[in-house]
């Protein structure tokens, strides 16, 4: 069975530091798709970034990026520069691609950002 | 507004009651989802639609619960006889298959609305 464990239930970091968010995952598909969601207090899960299994490089968008060690089957988000908005929870995600699609969540992370 | 839609976002009903909540997808998406989020949790899968069809089904989703998506478009979630432990959020969302075909390849990501928050007294 699939699952997606985030160890960090909260985190810290000051204004404008770096700072990365853990996840792991399981699996027993070669193929597979690991994305990173932002819930704001207002309930929206956004979409951050995606990794797919076969991709080479780490996927990065704007300030995210995604730590993808395939042999450890872990997929950090790195967050650079941070700002108070990006304070929210945020979740790692797993899915099996030309399957369902449905994604399996891990128990999240709430980061804060202080000034 | 183009995203996903859901209503009501907020419902407080007494134990017993029936209480239904309503999804309109993204217009061209024709997956849908509907997860259901308590506190301190990530979302837990409930259910998927692939156009009208409903294709999976959790076992999380007792006999109480029933979802529809009669044309394919837009999908209501009903709750029969509420519980205490129905107390959550509703999250629905919709996608496109992924792909990988130039030059639209797709990820499969998931468009969600802004959840449904059901409180059971």
């Known amino acids: 069975a699939q699952k997606i464990t985030q160890t960090q239930p909260g985190m810290f970091v000051q204004e404008k530091e770096a700072v990365t968010l ?12 690991l994305f990173w969601y932002k819930q704001p207090s207002s309930g929206e899960m956004i979409f951050l970034i995606y990794q797919g299994s076969y991709d080479q490089q780490n996927a990065t968008e704007g ?22 908005g990006d304070s929210a929870m945020y979740f790692c995600a797993m899915s099996l691609p030309y399957n369902t699609d449905k994604l399996i969540f891990g128990t999240g992370t709430r980061l804060q950002v202080f000034p | ?69 009669p044309k394919g478009s837009f999908s209501t979630l009903e709750i029969q006889r509420t519980e205490q432990g129905d107390s959550a959020m509703y999250l629905c969302a919709s996608s496109l298959p992924t792909s990988s075909v130039e030059p639209h390849p797709n990820t499969g990501e998931l468009f969600f609305g802004e959840g449904s928050r059901l409180t059971v007294l």
């Open chain 2, 1 to 69: 507004d183009t995203g996903v839609s859901q209503n009501p976002r907020h419902k407080i009903t007494k134990r017993g009651q029936n209480v239904t909540f309503r999804c309109d997808p993204i217009s061209e998406h024709n997956r849908l989802y509907w997860y259901r989020q308590t506190l301190g949790q990530g979302p837990e899968f409930l259910t998927y639609f692939q156009n009208e069809a409903q294709l999976e089904k959790s076992r999380l989703l007792s006999d109480r619960f029933s979802a529809e998506r």
């Open chain 1, 22 to 33: 853990d996840c792991t995952y399981d699996t027993s598909d070669p193929s597979y798709g």
């Open chain 1, 63 to 84: 300030r995210y990026s995604l730590n993808f060690q395939k042999a450890r089957k872990s997929a950090n988000l790195v967050i650079s520069a941070s700002q108070l």
